[in-house]
């Protein structure tokens, strides 16, 4: 058995994003939207980034206990929400995430939309589940 060295990045200013928004707060309830217009391959993927984040979310993972929840009607106002669509993407990107937040910069609302263009599971699950992570931090 041969052996792999791996060795850690180390976080610097350079090569990690700044944190504008608190993310979600810890332990909230995120009711997930996804737009009917995303089916099968692309439906199984954009489930399981949801799936994969509410499987870290105990103290062995992320310790966030943020946890999504599948609802099959676009969210109430006021809720803590994501919505992911279908679009055009302007500049060419192949998803857009934008967020808002309440008054203390916890994220209250998210949306993603993924340029339509993109029909590759495996593409279009590196699209959301970035902007997933990003969007769906806890503080």
């Known amino acids: 058995m041969s052996s792999v060295t791996v060795k850690a990045q180390t976080c610097t200013t350079v090569n990690t994003p700044p944190i504008t928004k ?15 217009a995303i089916t099968g391959n692309l439906l199984d ?7 994969n984040w509410n499987a870290a979310n105990g103290a062995s993972g992320n310790n966030s206990g943020v946890k999504y929840e599948f ?19 302007s500049g060419g990107g192949r998803a ?7 008054s203390q910069l916890q994220s209250l609302k ?5 340029d339509s263009r993109v ?7 590196e699209s959301y589940g970035s902007r997933n992570r990003a969007s769906g931090g806890f503080r």
Do not use: E, R
């Open 22 to 36: 608190a993310g979600w707060p810890q332990g909230a309830t995120v009711q997930v939207y996804i737009d009917p």
């Open 45 to 51: 993927v954009t489930q399981q980034a949801f799936l």
């Open 71 to 89: 609802i099959t009607s676009p969210p109430a106002p006021g809720t803590f929400s994501f919505t992911v669509s279908l679009g055009t993407v």
């Open 96 to 102: 857009k995430t934008d967020t808002s937040a309440n």
């Open 110 to 114: 998210a949306t993603t939309v993924i």
């Open 119 to 125: 029909t590759d599971p495996l593409a279009f699950f």
